[in-house]
């Protein structure tokens, strides 16, 4: 007997080894249902379409000092007027729609894409929603966190020794 004849189907596309019926297995045609299902799923994620596109997730960079945090978000293709910010029980939301359109009248393509996007960031220390600050130039969102003087004054740097 075979080793590959234990293995009842493939993967990556690869076709199924006849040597099993699903007729008689249904729990082995269950088991490549599941697997189909799990690979459309994180093929997804390389932007090729399905179910968690990344385009859709905008990149975030998070940056913290003694007297602000600092949030910069990449959503190229997107309108200022399309982006809400809001602070909202001690948790800054991020969130908007992008919709873009392709269109080749010559070939008579056209294409759309549209998604909404949202990011939460939890704010550990009290803050004062008049001093919070953004701005939106060429694709990226910037937003500034004023630190209260009560988190000022907890913040404390560790310096890191030799052992």
Do not use: C
């Not at 493939?10 to 697997?35: D, I, K, T």
């Not at 873009?100 to 996007?117: A, K, L, M, P, V």
Request: glycine share 8%; hydrophobic share 35%.
């Amino acid at each position: 007997m075979n080793v590959r004849d234990l293995i009842p189907w493939g993967r990556n596309g690869s076709a199924p080894v006849p040597s099993y019926g699903e007729s008689q297995h249904p729990f082995l045609a269950l088991h490549r249902e599941m697997n189909r299902l799990f690979d459309d799923a994180f093929r997804g994620f390389g932007g090729n379409g399905a179910l968690f596109p990344a385009e859709a997730i905008p990149k975030m960079e998070l940056g913290e000092t003694e007297k602000e945090m600092r949030v910069s978000v990449e959503i190229p293709g997107v309108e200022e007027k399309d982006i809400e910010v809001t602070l909202a029980d001690g948790t800054l939301v991020i969130r908007g729609e992008k919709t873009s359109e392709t269109r080749d009248d010559e070939r008579q393509f056209s294409e759309i894409h549209y998604g909404r996007f949202e990011r939460r960031i939890p704010m550990d220390w009290e803050v004062n929603p008049d001093e919070v600050k953004a701005s939106f130039k060429n694709g990226v969102l910037t937003i500034t966190v004023p630190k209260s003087e009560k988190a000022r004054q907890s913040y404390k740097r560790i310096p890191i020794g030799q052992s």
